[in-house]
């Protein structure tokens, strides 16, 4: 009995080794490509032409503290002021957020048109999906209140919309809030990781750039066409993008459209972001997967890497297994197994973590001409440990009791006071 477990055990450890395995291949591949591949920025260079009528959502929950930033930020943007109408949505804040989107509709009253959306459901997409009543426009774009973009981005990010095929653009993220803690300079590392790799190489491999919905655009049409924003997803953008990509539009990333944005400041603020985004990416990855591996007129490695893309946040439970089974395995099977838990301990630690891991972060801080932020890298076991546990705590949770928690509501991240000035 004892040798039919350890071998069920052993060949266990073998499998989630493997997984790790190919997620660490996929990452090195990305940063190769992203250091010496050719880089793909096909629509950079677009800056005069007949700009289309754009719209700009603004979801907004109780967002006193920057909502007037970014709308004036907007309204000073490179674009012609008649074809941008900057649309804030009020969603039932019980602050100054209302007050503050209808003093600039009194100011700007051909420019900005809010929405105060005072009922119907929680959440993000919700908010969304009923503020698309109110656009006209075909190019709708859609930020973060807390975002701030600059002067050229709008031009930036519509340009790729003169491809016919194109059914959504996201720009990249960066952190505003950087040097105000550990913290956030070890998320400023991953958001580093994560748009200047990992979604700059995929646009170069031509295979799934992630919509992002805090800063970037889509087709109206298109978006119509596969049913609107689902509000009962906890990551709209991660279930759009997908959808799009199975009804054969094209996602792009814009990695020179930066876009910034407030990163949390304490730990317990991000431990909720990383959950949300786990169970989020979660429904995404038991709605998606199957379909996207069926997908007939998509490449063998667009479904492949989509497919690793919808399971990035299930890794950190079979990392978990992975670190059970072997130390299950050194006690049943010590002699033959003890090699494994140094080996899979490693693999884990190098391949996933933060959503980028570490080679990849490393490349973003050449890329980006900062190397001593490399000097920080040994800190993120700390953020690493913080993520793999909270994301496979929401994960298990998610798969216990998958009907216990389905209200939707808004989550995000605590703003700092003096962003309001």
């Known amino acids: 009995m004892v040798a039919v477990l350890a071998f069920i055990i052993r060949y266990s450890g073998y499998l989630v080794l493997l997984a790790i395995s190919l997620y660490a291949i996929r990452h090195y591949w990305f940063t190769l490509n992203r250091l010496f591949g050719f880089q793909r920025h096909p629509y950079v260079d677009i800056d005069t032409a007949d700009w289309p009528h754009v719209t700009v959502l603004i979801p907004a929950h109780n967002e006193e503290l920057v909502i007037a930033q970014l709308l004036t930020a907007l309204l000073d943007v490179n674009y012609p002021q008649d074809r941008l109408l900057i649309l804030p949505i009020n969603d039932r804040s019980n602050d100054r957020t209302g007050e503050i989107v209808d003093d600039f509709a009194r100011r700007y009253p051909d420019r900005v048109k809010p929405f105060h959306r005072r009922s119907g459901k929680g959440g993000k997409a919700a908010a969304l999906s009923d503020a698309m009543d109110m656009v006209e426009d075909e190019i709708v774009l859609v930020f973060d209140a807390d975002y701030i973009p600059g002067r050229g981005l709008i031009k930036q990010l519509v340009a790729p919309f003169f491809d016919p095929g194109v059914g959504a653009v996201m720009g990249r993220v960066v952190p505003w809030n950087v040097g105000r803690n550990s913290l956030t300079r070890l998320l400023d590392l991953e958001r580093a990781g994560g748009y200047q790799v990992d979604q700059q190489a995929r646009m170069n491999m031509r295979l799934v750039p992630l919509y992002g919905g805090t800063v970037g655009g889509l087709r109206k049409s298109a978006l119509v066409a596969i049913g609107g924003w689902d509000i009962n997803t906890l990551t709209e953008d991660t279930d759009v993008t997908f959808r799009l990509v199975l009804a054969g539009w094209e996602v792009v990333y814009e990695n020179r459209s930066e876009c910034y944005e407030e ?12 959950q949300r985004w786990a169970k989020g990416h979660n429904q995404a990855l038991a709605r998606h997967s199957f ?22 946040f299930a890794m950190p439970v079979v990392i978990l297994f992975g670190w059970i089974l072997a130390v299950l395995s050194f006690y049943l099977d010590g002699e033959s197994l003890k090699g494994i838990i140094p080996m899979l301990t490693v693999s884990a630690y190098a391949s996933t973590g933060n959503f980028a891991a570490f080679f990849e972060i490393a490349a973003a801080a050449r890329l980006d001409r900062v190397p001593r932020k490399i000097l920080l890298m040994p800190l993120n076991i700390l953020s690493f440990i913080v993520s793999l546990i909270s994301i496979a705590q929401a994960t298990i949770a998610q798969m216990l009791f998958p009907y216990v928690s389905r209200v939707v509501t808004w989550h995000k991240t605590p703003r700092t ?5």
């Open 263 to 274: 990163v949390p400041e304490n730990w317990h603020s991000r431990v909720r972001q990383i």
């Open 291 to 312: 379909p996207l591996l069926r997908k007939r007129n998509a490449s063998l490695a667009q479904r492949i890497d989509g497919f690793f893309l919808l399971g990035v």
């Open 417 to 421: 006071p003096d962003r309001a000035a």
